[in-house]
Structure formats: C-alpha cells, structure tokens
C-alpha cells in the first residue's frame, strides 16, 4: 500500500515542479517584457529630447534672425522718418522671449513658430512701407531741390533788379547832381566900379570885393527844395581864403572838413535864377593865380579861376 501511495504521490509532485517553471518562466517572460519596454519608452523619451532640443535650438536661431531682420527695418523706417513704435514693441516681445533661453516643450515651440511666421509677414509687409517711405522720400527730396533751384533763381532775379535799382539810382543821382554855368568874376573897386575877369590881371587896388555869380543849370531829374550852396576862394598855394567873423565857415566834402569862403542858402526850383555871393577880404590878395570853386551841398559843381598883380 505504501509503495502504491509513493507512486501516486511522484506524479503530483512532478506536477507542481511543472507549474513552478511555468509560473517562473511566465514570470521572467513578464519581466523581460516590462524591461524591454521600459527600454523602449527610455529611447523614445531620449529621442523626444533630443528632437526638443534641437526644435529649441533652431527656433533660438529663427527668434535672432527675426530680431536682426526687425532691427534693420526699424533702423531704415526711422532714417525715413515712419513710425517705429509697433515695430519697437514686437522687437521688445522677441528680445524677452529669446532672453528667457528656456525648453520648450512641443506645444509652445509650435505656438512661437506660429508667432514668427507672423512676424516674417509683417516684416515682409514692412519692406514695402520702406519702398514706399523712400519713394515718398525721393519725390519730396525732388521737390525740395525744384523749390530750392526756383528760390534760387527768385534771388538771383531780385539781386539782378536790386543791381538795376543802385545803377539806376547811381545815374539818377549823378543826374539829379546840380551843375553851375556862366560862372563870372568880378572885382568892386571901393567906388563901386565892377570889373569883370577877363584875361587880364587884377589889381589888388582894384579889388575892395570880390563877386562871384553863376546860375544852376536846368535839371528836370534833381529835386526841389533847399540847398546850401558854397562859394570857397583859394590863394595861389590852394589854401582857402576865410574869415569866420564875416561869414565863412567850414563844411564837408568827401568825408573831410574844408573851409569855405561865403554861403548862401537857396531853394532850388530849376528857375536858373542867377546866384552872386561877395566877399569882402579887408586886406591884399597875393600875387598869382586864384581859383574860386562852387559847391553844392557836399559836391563840387562849378569852378573858375582868376589872376591878381
């Protein structure tokens, strides 16, 4: 019985040993699974790493091809005078966003690829506001040049007339210069008798006074109204003959104080009214050649010259 018992109980060992292996080889089977997938999800979690790290880097490269691109326009749009504040801003927002130098994951490196796309098209539209800005720029700098170019002409044609004017008005002024005629000499004896200067000499008994007249010429272009009119006597050396205390005195030519012999003060009205000045010396003239020179104002408009013995 008992030998019949161990041989019943052999098999059924045998067949918990199998199960035993069973089990255990399910086991290892199980486990050489789980590792091999783990092995797996580590390699595909590597490779998606790896693959953001160089999306990452890659879009690092496009966010400072987009700035440097935006800094140019920015540059160009303000050198032709547009507005570059929208373009400040979009560079201000790319300049954060590249500063921060993070990893990205898959969702927010398929949102900033979208930005900068949309940033390439606005750069792209921004070209043609610069071609326009410079063409704006082109006409304006035309139009500058043609102003410029006729206001130089507009001067060039009044500095012409202006030149017109002061030669027109230099020959009005040596026109409107008075001039004397039939200039005589006389010399009054202390009887009254007058002799004329004639090419004969005078006598200083002969001269108490001196008389000189002349009239002014016609001149329709000189003005009428007052005028001083000069009468200076000069001695054989050129000096001039005067004497303050019987109404000489002095005035200016040519910038220069000169003496004059008598003065008479007229109001010129283009009459040719005969003008005589006297002169009383009191004392001897020298011997030799006189002159006696008319003056106008400040200017010389008449002489004569006379010879006392």
């Known amino acids: 019985m008992s030998g019949e018992y161990s041989k019943e109980q052999e098999p059924k060992k045998d067949q918990g040993k199998n199960i035993i292996i069973i089990v255990l080889a399910l086991l290892i089977l199980i486990s050489g699974i789980k590792l091999y997938t783990d092995y797996v999800d580590r390699t595909k979690k590597s490779e998606e790493i790896l693959l953001l790290s160089t999306e990452n880097n890659e879009l690092n490269k496009r966010l400072d091809s987009v700035y440097y691109q935006l800094e140019l326009r920015i540059q160009e749009v303000e050198k032709l005078g547009g507005d570059i504040a929208s373009l400040e801003e979009v560079r201000d927002q790319l300049l954060a966003e590249r500063s921060a130098n993070k990893q990205r994951n898959a969702n927010e490196i398929a949102a900033l690829n ?16 610069i071609l326009e800005l410079r063409a704006m720029n082109q006409q304006l ?97 050129g000096q001039p003959i005067f004497d303050v205390a019987k109404g000489s005195g002095t005035f200016m030519v040519d910038g220069k104080e000169e003496f004059y012999t008598v003065k008479q003060d007229i109001i010129f009205n283009n009459s040719g009214e005969e003008l005589s000045f006297y002169y009383e010396k009191g004392s001897d003239y020298e011997s030799g050649e006189h002159m006696v020179r008319i003056y106008v104002d400040d200017y010389a408009v008449g002489s004569k010259g006379f010879s006392v013995k």
Not at 143 to 157: R, V
């Open 141 to 237: 700098f035309s139009e500058n040049q043609d102003l410029k170019s006729t206001q130089a002409q507009i001067e060039q044609e009044v500095a012409e007339l202006n030149m017109q004017k002061e030669n027109l008005q230099a020959k009005v002024n040596v026109a409107s210069k008075l001039r004397a005629e039939n200039i005589t000499i006389s010399a009054i004896n202390r009887k009254g008798r007058e002799r004329e200067e004639t090419t004969k000499d005078f006598k200083n008994r002969q001269i108490e006074r001196i008389r000189v007249s002349f009239n002014l010429a016609d001149n329709k272009v000189a003005l009428n109204g007052p005028r001083n009119v000069y009468v200076q006597i000069l001695d054989p050396n």
């Open 114 to 129: 979208a930005k900068i796309n949309q940033y390439n098209s606005m750069i792209t539209a921004k070209d043609q506001e």
